[in-house]
């Protein structure tokens, strides 16, 4: 009994050591992956709050009157609309 105690007791201390080598590795792996996303994610979020900006100024009433003036357009004083009679419409038989 104690030669059989002196025998898988050193390869048990060995296996239970490989194992945590093993799990400690896989823990370490993990941490980098998540502090990775994190930094990532941040980076993300800050170029999504500089491109909500960007898009508030170019959507801006300041931008579209600019636009507007530069645009070469006039202002419409009177609308005037083509009046068709009933009789004249074209019709598809």
């Known amino acids: 009994m104690n030669k059989k105690f002196l025998i898988t007791f050193p390869i048990l201390i060995l296996a239970l050591l490989v ?5 400690v590795n896989v823990l370490t792996r993990e941490t980098y992956l998540i502090k990775s ?7 993300l979020s800050l170029e999504n709050e500089t491109l909500k900006v960007n898009f508030s100024k ?3 009433l300041v931008n579209l009157e600019n636009y507007l ?3 070469n357009f006039e202002k419409v004083g009177q ?3 083509i009046q068709i009679l009933g009789s004249q419409v074209a019709a598809n038989r």
């Open 19 to 23: 194992f945590y080598i093993f799990q």
């Open 58 to 60: 170019t959507n801006s």
């Open 79 to 81: 609308v005037k609309y």
């Open 37 to 43: 996303y994190e930094k990532k994610l941040t980076q």
């Open 69 to 71: 003036q530069n645009g």
